[in-house]
């Protein structure tokens, strides 16, 4: 058995998981897409977030529009994009479980007569009802080439729980081996765990690129694809095997593969049929390399 196929095995303990995701399915509708451990939603998170029971989701993963004139946006005044935001963000708080966690992925927008590239957690600081573990730096090496200010290399994620003192951090599960001295002692004793290095609140971790002899391997027609190695660590460090996720802004699918992949349930919500089918697609895929056992 291959070791990724070995990781969608479920241990006895998942029962009340299944239970949890087949509960919440059961008032979201008709998905475009499911499975034993994920499903995909053609709609609008504003509305199906609404139908999502309390305290269902253990780790809510997302980046939303970030109101920058996409293909997938209208842009709005910096006013209505920060309502917009809160009415949301209250959705998703009251969804995640007591001792769950939420991650938002957050890059910039120009506001008039303030800013060329606001930083967005600055902008929607208020707008967020958790409370904030730790803001991550994701660094990737490329982009577009400025002319008139640094060529942008980052974007965050912010990590937030509901409860600081009752949350997961999985530390051992995304150690970083990359050590330079493994085997120095001290008082007979190695300094470094032999798992790795606690990775930082700096990810240096590529972006998925486009484009003829450069394109990632998990590149999709989605103009705004997560990395799976960003979503990965996320999702091993901070829930645990057979808990639900959630994506409501699905784009092409990424949490959904990084989370089955890991043995967890996961639920997406996509507002454009091209997307939710785009990641239902994909998700078919990857269940044709890795099928459930
Ligand atoms: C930044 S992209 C997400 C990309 C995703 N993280 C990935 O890895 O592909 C945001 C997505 O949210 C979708 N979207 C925008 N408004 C939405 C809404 N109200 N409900 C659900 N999806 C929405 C957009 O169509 C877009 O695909």
Aim: aromatic content about 10%; proline content about 8%.
């Amino acid at each position: 058995m291959p070791a990724a196929a070995k990781q969608l095995t479920r241990s006895p303990g998942d029962v009340d998981a299944q239970d949890q995701f087949e509960a919440t399915l059961a008032r979201l509708g008709r998905p475009v897409y499911r499975d034993e451990s994920c499903a995909i939603f053609n709609g609008d998170s504003l509305e199906l977030l609404e139908a999502v029971p309390r305290g269902a989701i253990d780790l809510c993963v997302t980046s939303p529009p970030y109101n920058i004139g996409k293909a997938y946006e209208a842009v709005m005044s910096a006013e209505a994009y920060v309502e917009w935001s809160r009415t949301w963000l209250e959705k998703v708080h009251s969804v995640v479980a007591d001792d769950g966690a939420f991650w938002l992925n957050l890059g910039y927008m120009p506001v008039a007569g303030r800013a060329k590239a606001m930083p967005l957690p600055y902008l929607l600081w208020e707008a967020v009802p958790f409370y904030l573990i730790q803001e991550i730096v994701w660094n990737y090496g490329a982009g577009v080439a400025a002319r008139h200010s640094f060529s942008p290399r980052n974007e965050k994620f912010l990590w937030y729980v509901k409860d600081p003192d009752n949350y997961t951090f999985n530390l051992d599960e995304v150690r970083d081996p990359d050590v330079k001295y493994p085997n120095q002692m001290k008082n007979g004793k190695l300094r470094c765990n032999p798992l790795g290095k606690n990775p930082s609140d700096v990810w240096a971790l590529p972006k998925v690129t486009s484009g003829a002899g450069r394109s990632s391997k998990e590149r999709t027609p989605h103009p705004a694809q997560f990395p799976l190695a960003v979503i990965q660590r996320i999702i091993r460090a901070t829930s645990n095997r057979g808990q639900l996720l959630l994506d409501p802004f699905l784009g092409s699918g990424s949490l959904i593969e990084a989370a089955i992949a890991d043995g967890r349930f996961a639920i997406g919500i996509e507002i454009r049929s091209d997307y939710a089918t785009l990641s239902a697609d994909r998700i078919k895929a990857f269940r044709r390399q890795i099928p459930l056992i």
